[in-house]
């Protein structure tokens, strides 16, 4: 099983800076017939479903606003808000969907500092 | 709109059964593979099964092969989750979700549309 590894646990940042969560894969989520990798982002607040943030690891998912950005290839991937708003604090999840089971990080919490 | 609606879940003794339906909305539900997701309380996000748009692949999380049985029915816009052998440990709120991937173009399983959930208690 390919093992997803977010860091840090938590983070707090101030309303307009830059906030940024890692994520690790045990193994490489990128396939090399297509060159995508199969790494996904959500962002998940208090009793509500996930979100899906970005796909294929930096494609952002329509409606979703450009502060939001991923980047990375391989087995490290970054997730980047740009200029954190109040509406930003939730847990954030990276995912890989290369090969079943498909797995999720633990999660960072994001909140203002 | 895109919307799925999750239903079935409520409190059950272990060892029993259980089959959570989910009925999609919005889109061609046949155009896409379906899958369910489940939180534990206060924890984190664990992928449960897929099952492709002719339910001719599925896959199963380790922690439920064997236990549980995932099947769509594409005329009624419908996902399901049979849960047999129940066990505390499958507590959790289940989503269904869609994936992003039209036609299931290169397998892209990232999760676009999520239900609400339906809450699942396994306990004596």
């Known amino acids: 099983d390919i093992v997803m590894t977010q860091s840090p646990d938590s983070l707090a940042v101030s309303l307009g800076e830059r906030a940024t969560i890692n994520c690790k894969s045990s193994?490489?989520?990128?396939?090399?017939?297509?060159?995508?990798?199969?790494l996904a982002w959500y962002q998940q607040k208090p009793g509500q479903p996930p979100k899906l943030l970005i796909y294929?690891?930096?494609t952002r998912e329509s409606g979703v606003p450009d502060r939001f950005s991923g980047s990375g290839s391989g087995t490290d991937f970054t997730l980047t808000i740009s200029s954190l708003q109040a509406e930003d604090v939730a847990v954030y999840y990276c995912q890989q969907y290369y090969s079943t089971p498909y797995t999720f990080g633990q999660g960072t919490k994001l909140d203002i500092k | 709109e895109m919307q799925l609606v999750e239903s079935g879940g409520r409190l059950v003794r272990p060892g029993r059964s259980l089959r959570l339906s989910c009925v999609a909305s919005?889109?061609?539900?046949?155009?896409?593979?379906m899958h369910w997701v489940r939180q534990a309380p206060g924890k984190g996000l664990e992928w449960v099964a897929t099952?492709?748009?002719?339910?001719?692949?599925?896959g199963y999380a380790d922690s439920v092969k064997g236990r549980f049985s995932i099947s769509r029915d594409n005329a009624k816009n419908s996902l399901y989750l049979q849960m047999n052998s129940l066990r505390p440990e499958d507590t959790a709120l289940y989503y269904c979700?869609?994936?992003?991937?039209?036609?299931?173009?290169?397998?892209?399983?990232?999760?676009?549309?999520w239900g609400h959930g339906t809450l699942v208690t396994v306990s004596s």
């Open positions: 099952i492709r748009r002719n339910s001719g692949g599925i």
């Open positions: 193994q490489s989520v990128l396939y090399d017939s297509n060159n995508k990798n199969y």
């Open positions: 919005g889109f061609n539900f046949d155009d896409y593979g």
């Open positions: 979700a869609k994936s992003v991937a039209f036609l299931e173009y290169l397998l892209a399983d990232a999760f676009d549309v």
């Open positions: 294929w690891a930096s």
